[in-house]
């Protein structure tokens, strides 16, 4: 039984703590950290989110004991492994002092602020006799997973366009509002885009180049981006994020990928199932793997502990890439000119 130490109960702690809830198998939250005692103790019916559990609940915790300090989690050596999934800008420290401890980690995406800010955290995780993956839960998730295995295989041909796409609105329920503060979040760009470019990294691998376009906030919070990534003439790759639509409109996320025989296309907000477009006229609804993606992502790096083998589907440096990803194409916005990808 695999120790688990839950540092942050906001949004995503709250999807996370549920995934342990049915995996009591091989996990048991056993510590709950949160500044906010009402959050630490059970009371989450506050706390909003766009996609899975997405309004809180009070809930009852039974013995899980509730910590107000991050440290006390990480130095406790009644905990296997801590789950991170705080604001952005401390995902750093948090890492590096619990693979220090000894402590396996799974740590909420992105992996930092920046590229340069992942490199401590790199350097930890190559060092450390545990086990690291940043939670990239789009990499696990059904409809993505279907995507990744028919560019793989080939079954419709060579890919010939790919647009992703991450839509919302404005994220006014986080604590504090820390999701619209770029020096906590980064901004859509690399709290909500990030996934996409993750993804795109994980399917194409690095484009020869990037130009993007996007706009902000007064504060410099970046709301909108979208880019296009340059790997060949025959492929065409679009990826959009932006979290600036008023709140009626909700959250999507989705994508369509044309390929030589057939066409992929998925949109969460549609309620209808990911559906293939084949070129003779015909469709087909494919099924899916059962769980979302932070189910299956707690999952395997459960899995991965237990058989005491590194996490390959979602490894630290690629993690790092997705953040010099965006990083870049914010870049090419800033400059109004295609950016190099080295």
């Known amino acids: 039984m695999i120790r688990v130490g839950l540092i942050g109960a906001g949004f995503i ?122 939670a990239q839960c789009i990499r696990f998730w059904p409809e993505y997973v279907f995507l990744k295995q028919v560019f793989d295989d080939k079954r419709f041909g060579a890919l010939k366009a790919l647009h992703l796409r991450r839509q919302a609105a404005t994220p006014t329920y986080t604590l504090n509002n820390w999701a ?76 369509s990928a044309i390929f030589e025989k057939a066409a992929v296309l998925f949109d969460i907000s549609s309620g209808k199932p990911l559906t293939v477009l084949r070129s003779d006229g015909g469709t087909e609804t494919p099924a899916m793997l059962p769980k979302d993606g932070y189910f299956r992502e707690i999952e395997y790096f459960l899995d991965c502990i237990a058989k005491n083998q590194t996490p390959k589907i979602s490894t630290p440096r690629e993690s790092r890439d997705a953040v010099a990803m965006a990083t870049a194409e914010q870049r090419s916005a800033e400059l109004g000119q295609p950016v190099e990808i080295q």
């Open 180 to 255: 619209l503060d770029p020096a906590l979040s980064g901004g859509a760009i690399l709290d909500l885009h990030v996934h996409d470019t993750d993804f795109a990294l994980f399917l194409l691998g690095k484009p020869k180049s990037v130009c993007a376009q996007m706009y902000k906030q007064l504060n410099g919070s970046v709301d909108r981006v979208s880019a296009l990534w340059h790997y060949n003439p025959d492929l065409i790759v679009h990826i959009e994020g932006c979290w600036d639509w008023p709140a009626a409109f909700g959250f999507n996320m989705g994508f």
């Open 13 to 134: 702690g709250r999807n996370h703590f549920n995934q342990y809830q049915e995996l009591t198998d091989r996990a048991k939250i056993v510590a709950l950290c949160d500044a906010v005692e009402a959050r630490r103790t059970g009371d989450w019916s506050g706390i909003g989110g766009n996609i899975g559990d997405a309004q809180g609940s009070r809930r009852d915790l039974g013995d899980i004991r509730p910590v107000a300090d991050w440290r006390e989690i990480v130095g406790d050596p009644g905990i296997d492994m801590v789950d991170i999934c705080v604001p952005t800008g401390m995902h750093p420290e948090m890492t590096v002092a619990a693979l220090n401890a000894g402590k396996h980690v799974l740590c909420e995406k992105p992996m930092a602020l920046t590229a340069e800010a992942c490199a401590p955290v790199l350097a930890a995780a190559e060092k450390a006799a545990t086990k690291c993956m940043i």
